[in-house]
């Protein structure tokens, strides 16, 4: 194999053993002679495990494969798996590293009001600035705010503190509240929360600097934004999904 730029699809292809014995043998041996290239490997192994482990027993359902489409339904009911490596499959759709949201995500409100409230271009109509000083409070006006039974996650143990809780009324997306973490380097984190009727998903893509994530269950939608690695973000939106119960 050259020292010709390798495309991504071919890095999945090798991890999942999918490549011919030939290509296989030219991709280990290039991978031997290239650590920039064998540490991205091992960082997508790395997401793909994460994932295997996150979202069981999410990825334990039969989940349909669209390459070029960043939504993954997801099933309302659980039915047997029959992938061997069905875990696998979900992780490499989400790892593929897309840097565009497909059709569906781009027609969702609820993101791009998510976004507008992240660059601070909208104004809630109340905050709370102090939330975690009084959590049960916080939680009692997020649900009353919602209509639904959610709280914010608390995500103190990963390294991000709830700074401030923004109650919004968007002329696109309807009523949602953004819960906004910072960690100790100031860096921000916001979950945006909206109460709905909605098919269950989850959605992963780049969206300029930000990371964007999308889970929906049935009765809830929470769109994860942040600025840092994509490893990082499946990191907080697995603490995010445990914490909601979506």
Known sequence: ?????????????FI????????????????????????????YRADMALMARAYDPV????????????????PTRRIPMVWRGAAI???????VGIQRWSAA?????LVQAAITAYD?????????????????ETNSAIAQHLGVAASAPDLTKAGWTLAKVGFYQSSRAGRFVELRYIDAGRHRFTIALQGKQVTPRFDISRNGKLWVCVWQSDELEAVMLGEMSRHDMLSLSN????ALGL
């Open 105 to 109: 995500p781009n027609g969702d409100g």
């Open 1 to 13: 194999m050259s020292n010709d730029p390798i495309a991504e699809l071919d890095l999945h292809r």
């Open 89 to 95: 499959a979900a992780a490499i759709i989400l790892a």
């Open 16 to 43: 999942d053993g999918e490549l011919p014995a030939d290509e296989a043998e030219a991709m280990a041996a290039r991978l031997a002679s290239d650590p920039a290239l064998a540490a991205l490997v091992d960082q």
């Open 239 to 242: 603490k995010t999904y445990s």
């Open 120 to 136: 601070d271009q909208a104004s809630p109509e109340a905050s709370l600035d102090r939330p975690q000083e009084a959590m049960a």
């Open 59 to 74: 990825l334990s359902w039969t989940l349909p494969v669209q390459p070029e489409n960043t939504v993954v339904p997801l």
